[in-house]
Every structure is written in structure tokens, then in C-alpha cells.
């Protein structure tokens, strides 16, 4: 299958890309620069030049291909403070590339995140891949995604963690939160730290993403979760041990000042399942879960 990728360059893309190549796929990386062009070839893929502003190049691209896996997001227009202006320009590639594809039967897997389901409200249970959020932030992107099963096109949507970790992460919430205990020498949680995040590791993610595009059913949400909640204080204290600075409470009105745009997540119990996904895909991780790979010492490394 010839697969276009956006993002294909990312944390997420740079696991992706050599996973669909291993399977035997064609992959054709969207990239915005030389340095993302040249990493892909080195990788032995092939290169659509344009970004995510450019709706017509994707369609053509999309046109061309076998099957789409979206990845890319203005990540540094959300951490500037635009993410509106990110939301946005996601799902107009979004409303792009189903364009091309409708009628077609074609798969297109999107991404979205499991926070969502909390921001919903879903806090008294882990939240599953059969809930639904009605709308909102990325969530309306999820749902178009998904509505296009009704237009010809085998789509399906992987969920993320907040804490996607392996080596290639750089600059994902992880290394931010090493970052803010590096420059406040303390490692923080809110509150009493007892709620929790879900973890996967990046290679294991890529697999589901391939998965999805070999075989999900149409209409399908997707779950990429290791670790399906591992409390927040236990994240704190395992970044404080290996930095070598205390770990500490941050009251709740303090946690925007302490946290920067990580304030508004910190604080929220994230339990999320991955049952269904495991049943459907017959996917099961098999990288090291995020205390593991925290201790390992490789995001520590300056």
C-alpha cells in the first residue's frame, strides 16, 4: 500500500514511517523543510513537499495514495498561545484530505487524545474507545474523521495519551515537564498527585496506527494505551529522583504559574482502557511502560 503520512518527520511519524516500511508498505512523508525531506529519505521514504496550509497540494496527495495516516498538528502555534488558530488549520487539512478520499474505500487514520474524554467529563470510570465526546477543541476534528465512514472512506481515529515516551520524544509533554522541574529545581503535582495519566510508548503507538490502516473497521476510535493510568505523583517523584531535586504539591491556583500551558492538564484524572483496541487490532505493547522508561535515564540525559 502506497501511505501517504503527515507529520511524518515527528515523534510520532519517526516510529510510524519505518513501521509501515518494515510491513512492506510505500510511505510518502508530507515535510516542510530540507531537514524533514532529508530525514525521510534517509528513512527510504519518498517526499510530498507542502505543510498543512496548503490544501491542495494535500489533496492531490492524498488522490495519489493508498491510504492517509494523519499525524501533523501546529504544536508550536498551540504552545504560543494560538491554539485556536491550530485547531483550525487541523481541521481544514482534515475536511482536505476526506475530500479526496470520499467514495473511495480508502483508509484514513487521524489522531486525537484520550485528555479529551476527561475534558467531557468522564472521570469516574477509565473512558473507553466507544465514547463519544459530542464537540469541542480537536474534538470536532475526531468526529469528522469518523463521520466519513459515511462517505466511502474507511476511517478510523488513535487516541493518544498525554504521555507518548521513547527515545525520540523530544519535545512532547514529557521532557516538558523534565524541563519545568530542571528550572524550578522542584518536581511538582497538584494537589495530593493521585490523579492519573496514561502512557504509551511511541514504537508500541506506531502499531497501532498500522493496524489501523491495514484493517480497522470504518467509523472506529482506537485506543493507543500502555499504562492505563499512572498517578501523577509517581511521574513527579520518578523525574525528582533521577534530576536529583525534591518533588512537591503545587496548589491548584498556582498550577498555571508553575506548569506554564500545562497548567490546564496537570491536575486531571486520565484513566483510559485500551480493551477494545487489544480485541479489534490484536494489539498488545511490548516496550518498556513509562516508570521503566523514565528510569532509564535517556530523557535525563543533557
Not at 65 to 89: C, N, P, T, Y
Given at each position: 500500500m502506497r501511505v501517504l503520512v503527515t507529520g511524518a518527520s515527528g515523534h510520532i511519524g519517526s516510529a510510524v514511517v519505518p513501521e509501515l516500511l518494515a510491513a512492506g508498505h510505500e510511505v510518502t512523508g508530507l515535510a516542510r523543510s530540507e531537514d524533514s525531506a532529508a530525514a525521510l529519505t534517509a528513512a527510504g521514504a519518498e517526499v510530498h513537499r507542502g505543510d498543512l496550509d496548503d490544501l491542495e497540494g494535500l489533496k492531490h496527495a492524498a488522490t495519489a495514495?493508498?491510504?492517509?495516516?494523519?499525524?501533523?498538528?501546529?504544536?508550536?502555534?498551540?504552545?504560543?498561545?494560538?491554539?485556536?488558530?491550530?485547531?483550525?488549520?487541523?481541521?481544514?487539512?482534515?475536511e482536505a484530505i476526506g475530500a479526496a478520499l470520499e467514495g473511495s474505500g480508502k483508509p484514513f487514520v487521524s489522531t486525537?487524545?484520550?485528555?479529551?474524554?476527561?475534558?467531557?467529563?468522564?472521570?469516574?470510570?477509565?473512558?473507553?474507545?466507544?465514547?463519544?465526546?459530542?464537540?469541542?477543541p480537536r474534538v470536532d476534528a475526531e468526529n469528522a474523521v469518523v463521520g466519513l465512514a459515511e462517505h466511502g472512506v474507511r476511517s478510523s481515529i488513535v487516541r493518544l495519551p498525554p504521555l507518548v515516551h521513547s527515545t525520540l520524544d523530544h519535545h512532547g509533554f514529557g521532557p516538558t515537564l523534565i524541563s519545568i522541574a530542571r528550572q524550578k529545581g522542584v518536581s511538582g503535582y497538584v494537589g495530593e498527585g493521585a490523579n492519573r495519566w496514561p502512557a504509551v510508548h511511541t514504537v508500541d503507538a506506531a502499531r497501532v496506527y498500522r493496524l489501523a490502516l491495514e484493517g480497522a473497521t470504518p467509523g472506529t476510535r482506537l485506543h493507543a494505551v500502555a499504562d492505563e493510568g499512572v498517578p501523577f505523583r509517581q511521574i513527579a517523584g520518578t523525574i525528582a529522583n533521577k534530576l536529583g531535586v525534591p518533588s512537591a504539591s503545587v496548589a491548584p491556583d498556582d498550577a498555571t504559574e508553575h506548569f506554564s500551558f500545562l497548567g490546564a492538564f496537570v491536575s486531571l484524572d486520565n484513566l483510559a482502557s485500551s480493551k477494545l483496541t487489544r480485541e479489534w487490532l490484536g494489539w498488545e505493547p511490548t516496550h518498556p511502560g513509562l516508570i521503566a522508561d523514565l528510569d532509564d535515564g535517556h530523557y535525563f540525559e543533557q
Open positions: 495514495a493508498d491510504g492517509v495516516i494523519h499525524l501533523a498538528f501546529k504544536h508550536e502555534a498551540m504552545r504560543s498561545g494560538d491554539f485556536l488558530g491550530a485547531i483550525a488549520a487541523d481541521m481544514s487539512a482534515i486525537s487524545g484520550t485528555l479529551m474524554l476527561t475534558f467531557a467529563g468522564i472521570t469516574d470510570r477509565a473512558g473507553t474507545e466507544l465514547d463519544v465526546v459530542e464537540g469541542g
